[in-house]
């Protein structure tokens, strides 16, 4: 790894940290250098302003989920167990940063960089979940990938609001959603 890509990453890694723990609008620049053990004026050389380095630690975060998500669903063989895996990964990322919503909640939507950030995110896990259930046979693959996502998402306010959420309510909101998603409403009525 060549020092200037080491460095960048060290930036990239405390700001996921600090911003994580205080959101956004609460951190300082200067408390990012201090985690990352550099300079204020590094950081600069490498992030112009604070949002671009909020959106740049963005940017890796969601290209490693998908890598991640990827690897972690190929070791299924059956699309119920592959959607099962992809609801609890997508559910557990809120759950893992439970104390750290304000991460989730104070998306900085003003800046340009961070809005095509979540975008091409969003673009890209809805593709991946499209083309695995393309690959299933479904008819309307984009358009189912936008409702499984949307069912997973409806469970965000509860993971962070709900004190009384734990890891089994999650498994049960991955079980109920993949059901609902494979079997509509009326295929809950049996369960």
């Known amino acids: 790894m060549v020092r200037g890509e080491g460095q960048r990453e060290k930036i990239l890694n405390a700001a996921r940290e600090v911003f994580g723990s205080k959101g956004f609008f609460d951190t300082k620049m200067i408390e990012i250098a201090e985690r990352a053990n550099v300079s204020k004026g590094t950081i600069y050389l490498y992030f112009e302003s604070k949002e671009k380095l909020y959106s740049a630690m963005h940017a890796k975060q969601f290209e490693m989920y998908i890598v991640i998500l990827s690897e972690k669903v190929d070791r299924f063989s059956t699309l119920k167990d592959k959607l099962i895996c992809i609801a609890e990964e997508h559910l557990n990322i809120f759950y ?3 104390e750290r919503s304000s991460m989730f909640l104070q998306a900085y939507n003003n800046d340009p960089a961070m809005i095509e950030t979540l975008h091409t995110f969003f673009r890209n896990y809805n593709q991946y979940v499209s083309d695995l259930l393309e690959q299933e046979g479904i008819e309307g693959p984009k358009e189912h990938a ?5 069912i997973l998402d409806s ?3 509860d993971i962070f609001f709900n004190p009384d959420f734990d890891y089994s309510s999650l498994l049960k909101a991955v079980l109920f959603s993949v059901n609902l998603f494979l079997n ?3 295929g809950q009525r049996n369960q």
């Open 96 to 98: 893992k940063n439970r």
């Open 146 to 150: 936008k409702c499984f996502s949307g």
């Open 155 to 157: 469970y965000q306010r």
């Open 184 to 186: 509509g409403c009326s």
